[in-house]
């Protein structure tokens, strides 16, 4: 049986980014899919403090739902992200997350005795959502975010979906978005 990790990067649970991760979900559970979700509305991550546990002992010694994070992304086959764009980065939640990864990045590459199978074939999908119009929206820094995120837990980044507009046209009503949100969840088994 397959399994996903699903993050949805945004603190309101019930907006765009949940509607999002909503569909990838149900298109996963369709086929059997293992899915564990993570949201930053419940799933509070305290962000590194770069204490440098993880450079003496594997592992992060701050006890939250990162433990958990840490477990599925060794495990699962997809890995898929969806985030608001705030300030033309990610959440401060999601990257709290990332920056967690720190002890990851320390298991193999200070103390070579990886956290993760670093062989395993892993595919990650980064939908980000941005308020403004397309011509006003910069999703470089979310995409140099996410590309490292996905880098330091051996993911590779199968695709990516960028979203502009949402204050003025949530994604609830846009047919051609959910649609391809749909198709992708399809295409990820
Ligand atoms: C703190 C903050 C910063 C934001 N910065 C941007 C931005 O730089 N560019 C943009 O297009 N939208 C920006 N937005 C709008 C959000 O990206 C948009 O409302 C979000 O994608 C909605 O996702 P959600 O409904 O899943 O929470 C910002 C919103 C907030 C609250």
């Known amino acids: 049986m397959k399994r996903a990790l699903l993050i949805n990067g945004s603190p309101r649970p019930e907006g765009n980014n949940a509607y999002i991760i909503d569909i990838v979900e149900n298109e996963l559970r369709k086929k059997d899919v293992a899915v564990t979700r993570i949201e930053m509305s419940g799933d509070r991550i305290a962000p590194c403090i ?22 599925e992304l060794d495990r699962s086959d997809i ?10 980065g990610v959440t401060a939640g999601f990257k ?28 990650g999908l980064f939908i ?22 996905f880098r330091v837990s051996n993911v590779k980044i199968w695709n990516k979906m960028l979203v ?9 009503g846009r047919g051609d ?9 399809k295409e990820l088994t």
């Open 177 to 185: 978005v959910t649609g391809q949100v749909r198709r992708l969840a």
């Open 79 to 88: 890995i898929v992200v969806s985030c608001p764009l705030y300030f033309n």
């Open 50 to 71: 770069h204490c440098r546990e993880c450079e003496r002992q594997k592992g992060c010694v701050v006890e939250d739902p990162m433990s958990q994070v840490y477990g």
């Open 128 to 149: 980000c959502t941005g308020g403004q119009p397309e011509d006003e929206t910069d999703f470089t820094g979310a995409l140099l975010v996410a590309e490292a995120f």
């Open 96 to 123: 709290a997350l990332v920056d967690r990864c720190q002890a990851v990045w320390a298991s193999k590459y200070v103390l070579g005795d990886s956290m993760i199978d670093r062989k395993k074939d892993r595919k």
């Open 164 to 172: 502009t507009d949402v204050e003025k046209r949530p994604v609830m």
